[in-house]
Nanobody, 124 residues
Framework: QVQLVESGGGLVQPGESLRLSCAASGSIFRINAMGWYRQAPGKQRELVATITSGGSTNYADSQKGRFTISRDNAKNTVYLQMNSLKPEDTAVYYC??????????????????WGQGTLVTVSS
């Protein structure tokens, strides 16, 4: 069983910063791409940023220059540094990962999984 656990959400004022963390645990052989997505009230889930195992990053246009995704492979953790936050950044932020896991039979299989989400509220 594999789990992604997010942390770091909260209430901040416009212009402030937050850092989200997402730690993966379980029978993990390798973590491939990891990413952050968000879902605002009444809207569809959308991409925020992704990062490959080699460190290549991709950002949604609205986050370029304000958000930075990074990962610590030794800790199986991905981070999202969010600066200059705006009210429109208010959403539940979800961590996503593509992993190669070890099954109980000792085999390997690919799995994509999501965290439970962490709420970010930007309001004065």
């Amino acid at each position: 069983q594999v789990q992604l656990v997010e942390s770091g959400g909260g209430l901040v004022q416009p212009g402030e910063s937050l850092r989200l963390s997402c730690a993966a645990s379980g029978s993990i052989f390798r973590i491939n791409a990891m990413g952050w997505y968000r879902q605002a009230p009444g809207k569809q889930r959308e991409l925020v940023a992704t990062i490959t195992s080699g460190g290549s990053t991709n950002y949604a246009d609205s986050q370029k220059g304000r958000f930075t995704i990074s990962r610590d492979n030794a800790k199986n953790t991905v981070y999202l540094q969010m600066n200059s936050l705006k009210p429109e950044d208010t959403a539940v932020y979800y961590c996503n990962a593509g992993l190669t896991v070890v099954t109980t039979g000792g085999n390997y299989r690919y799995l994509e999984t999501w965290g439970q989400g962490t709420l970010v509220t930007v309001s004065s």
